[in-house]
T-cell receptor
Framework: QKEVEQDPGPLSVPEGAIVSLNCTYS??????FMWYRQYSRKGPELLMY????GNKEDGRFTAQVDKSSKYISLFIRDSQPSDSATYLC?????????????FGAGTRLAVHP | DTEVTQTPKHLVMGMTNKKSLKCEQH?????MYWYKQKAKKPPELMFV???????INESVPSRFSPECPNSSLLNLHLHALQPEDSALYLC?????????????FGNGTRLTVT
């Protein structure tokens, strides 16, 4: 079993839809949770960074963490074609003594006009 | 545009060539990283530098040789690569190596080994 599970998609939605992207994890030691957006032929761009359980909102994006269920989500409201990208969840594992990130496989999202 | 700059954007090299990838950041970050990313896969960690010293080598073959000349620069020297080394090479930085310091990535160098 992988430490982080993420549905690779692809996920195709119409413009304006609410998108829900999810990751589950097995290691309760994971402390920090991130969402990265990666456009084709570009590097990952940090979208959201959270620590505690609960919601964090930034514009059209909301990150949700449920540590008791080992589940994190990213919601995108009023999705736009420019949101079409691969979304990677990532979690920091403190066991290595450095900033070790464990990535999900990435979900490819396509928002069509 | 990202605050981590990588050059070149594209590189094609033969298996006998020697080349270098360069990375620069001016955010005052003291931790820098090299990642390798194959198509449709997440990034894989190669090296971690903390305060200009190599702190983590994830069992990377010696044909990849990292160097950190100062706190803003990170190089990856390449020699005698194999075609399977073709990938997107990503540089990243963070304020420090503690796990409460998120990584910021550059746009990568797309390497093709022929």
């Amino acid at each position: 079993q992988k430490e982080v599970e993420q549905d690779p998609g692809p996920l195709s939605v119409p413009e304006g839809a609410i998108v829900s992207l999810n990751c589950t994890y097995s290691n309760s030691a994971f402390q920090y949770f991130m969402w990265y957006r990666q456009y084709s032929r570009k590097g990952p761009e940090l979208l959201m960074y959270t620590y505690s359980s609960g919601n964090k909102e930034d514009g059209r994006f909301t990150a949700q963490v449920d540590k008791s269920s080992k589940y994190i989500s990213l919601f995108i409201r009023d999705s736009q074609p420019s949101d079409s990208a691969t979304y990677l969840c990532a979690m920091s594992d403190p066991s290595g003594g450095y900033n070790k990130l464990i990535f999900g496989a990435g979900t490819r999202l396509a928002v069509h006009p | 545009d990202t605050e981590v700059t990588q050059t070149p954007k594209h590189l094609v090299m033969g298996m006998t060539n020697k080349k270098s990838l360069k990375c620069e950041q001016h955010m005052g970050h003291r931790a820098m990283y090299w990642y390798k990313q194959k198509a449709k896969k997440p990034p894989e960690l190669m090296f971690v530098y903390s305060y200009e010293k190599l702190s983590i080598n994830e069992s990377v073959p010696s044909r990849f040789s990292p160097e950190c000349p100062n706190s803003s620069l990170l190089n990856l020297h390449l020699h005698a690569l194999q075609p399977e080394d073709s990938a997107l090479y990503l540089c990243a930085s963070s304020q420090r190596t503690g796990n409460n310091s998120p990584l910021h990535f550059g746009n990568g160098t797309r390497l093709t080994v022929t």
